[in-house]
């Protein structure tokens, strides 16, 4: 299997570079795969920011450090646990309906007719979805951090009343440049899989609309598993890189 992404993936490359670019169709699945995903990312993404500064702030108080509380949230969000959990929650979305669509197209074989009919299926089909995955996924993440930044500092004042300038000032001075690259370069990648992974699934369908079945199922779970790898790679080439 991974054998067979590489190899779809090497496709994508060969077809990516080369007209006709289908630009109207990038637009039309940025807006289907990643707008109509926004109202799951606004829920999650405030939510971490506010369950992560209510678990936290016990044990900064603890160790004496509640006036750090903020800055910590704010680290936590923007290097990890914003791109990664956004990546993931894209994935359980848009990699499954992505397996689904396109393994549905290959087994009542409308992807045979389309080469048929002299239209280049991969460019059309798979290259385009690719794309918008990869665009729109740093997007919905920076959407993400800051819902979350708003949810940390809704937990942060509801405890210590702490102001919104103040609650800014800490975060700003907590976070830099370099901390917030790292963390949405990697979601460019994290979009790269989540649409190789689910049109490698559904285009290769077989065996009916079980293979569908499959296709969808088997799209979430490898495009995860490869988020959280390549998180833990690229997150090691970060450290090396800014230690």
């Known amino acids: 299997m991974v054998g067979g992404i590489f190899m779809f993936s090497l496709d ?22 990643g707008v109509k995903t926004l109202p799951i990312i606004s829920v999650t993404g405030f939510i971490i920011g506010l369950v992560l500064a209510m678990q936290s702030e016990p044990v900064m108080i603890r160790f004496g450090a509640g006036s750090f509380l903020p800055g910590m949230v704010a680290l936590s969000v923007v290097r990890e646990l914003g791109p990664v959990i956004t990546a993931l929650i894209f994935a359980g ?67 210590q009343n702490i102001s919104l300038q103040l609650y800014i000032n800490a ?12 963390g949405i370069v990697k979601t460019f990648f994290f979009g790269f899989i989540v649409g190789i992974v689910g049109s490698y699934k559904g285009y290769n369908a077989d065996n009916g609309t079980v293979g569908v079945g499959r296709a969808s199922t088997s799209s979430v779970v490898v495009s995860s598993l490869l988020i959280l790898v390549f ?13």
Not at 171 to 182: A, N, Q, R
């Open 12 to 33: 994508f490359f060969k077809n990516v570079f080369f007209p006709p670019y289908e630009f109207a169709e990038i637009k039309k699945h940025m807006d289907e795969l």
């Open 93 to 159: 979305r848009v990699s499954s309906g992505i397996g689904a669509e396109l393994g549905s197209m290959r087994v009542t074989e409308q992807i045979d007719a389309m080469e048929v009919s002299a239209i280049h299926p991969f460019k059309f089909l798979v290259v385009t979805r690719v794309l918008a995955c990869t665009l729109i996924l740093p997007m919905l993440t920076v959407y993400a951090i800051f819902l979350a930044l708003l949810g940390g500092f809704l937990a942060i004042f509801l405890s």
């Open 171 to 182: 975060v700003v001075h907590s976070v830099e440049f370099v901390d917030l690259i790292p």
């Open 231 to 243: 998180d833990m790679v690229l997150g090691k080439i970060t450290v090396s890189l800014w230690s």
